[in-house]
């Protein structure tokens, strides 16, 4: 089985910090991704990634910025941590250019910033 | 940012009852999956659907693919507790991401 398995399960950060949220996955998959889950707003993209050294923006990535420098690490970095970035993220992965590969998901980091 | 409207947000019944949840789009779909989100844990894959009219059951879960692609519903007969979960569905009408609905947060008391 897939296992992708995220650093924290909670967090506490105080407004300003930098915050690191970590992301590894052992199945070798290309594409791997971080979405933000809020009550009633479902997932939300923030960056994805292709490939090694390759992101890309998803729908809401202000405030946020991504590292992929091995094909099984995934971070996802807040540079300056603010309360609206409370929330659960997720990270999940996928293989790459299979159309409706599933995504694995991790089972989430819970940040809250005071 | 689009997202995929789901009916109901909240649904709460008792052991052995029948359900179904809706998801739906102003788009076509170029597929759908379905996923499961138990308390703590990250989503899981379902189901996925591809051609208009499809049906594809999964024990007591049946799922079905509108004939239009713009939507989809998931039946569960004879719901257990262990069915409680945030479902959620998702249109990978891009090859490389996926687009998730605002979830249905099912709760089945013994």
């Known amino acids: 089985d897939v296992k992708v398995t995220q650093s924290s399960r909670y967090l506490v950060k105080r407004t300003g910090e930098k915050v690191f949220l970590e992301c590894v996955q052992d199945?070798?998959?290309?594409?791997m991704f971080w979405y933000r889950q809020d009550p009633g707003l479902g997932l939300r993209l923030i960056y994805f990634?292709?490939?090694?050294?390759?992101?890309e923006k998803g729908d809401i990535p202000e405030g946020y910025s991504v590292s992929r420098e091995k094909k099984e690490r995934f971070s996802l970095i807040l540079e300056s941590a603010s309360t609206n970035q409370t929330s659960m993220y997720l990270c999940?992965?996928?293989?790459?250019?299979?159309?409706?590969?599933?995504?694995?998901f991790g089972n989430g980091t819970r940040l809250t910033v005071t | 940012t689009q997202l995929l409207e789901q009916s109901p947000q909240f649904l709460s019944i008792q052991e052995g009852e029948n359900l179904t949840v809706y998801c739906n789009s102003s788009?076509?779909?170029?597929?759908l999956q379905w996923y499961r989100q138990e308390p703590g844990e990250g989503p899981v894959l379902l189901v996925t659907?591809?051609?208009?009219?499809e049906v594809k059951k999964l024990k007591r879960l049946t799922f079905q693919f509108g004939d239009a692609r713009k939507d989809s519903s998931l039946h569960i007969t004879a719901a257990q507790p262990g069915d409680t979960g945030l479902y959620l569905c998702?249109?990978?009408?891009?090859?490389?991401?996926?687009?998730f609905g605002t979830g249905t947060r099912l709760q089945v008391f013994p």
């Open positions: 199945m070798d998959h290309e594409n």
């Open positions: 999940a992965s996928r293989l790459g250019g299979r159309y409706n590969s599933p995504l694995h």
């Open positions: 659907v591809v051609t208009g009219g």
């Open positions: 788009s076509v779909f170029s597929s």
């Open positions: 990634s292709y490939d090694v050294k390759m992101k």
């Open positions: 998702a249109d990978g009408r891009h090859t490389d991401k996926l687009i």
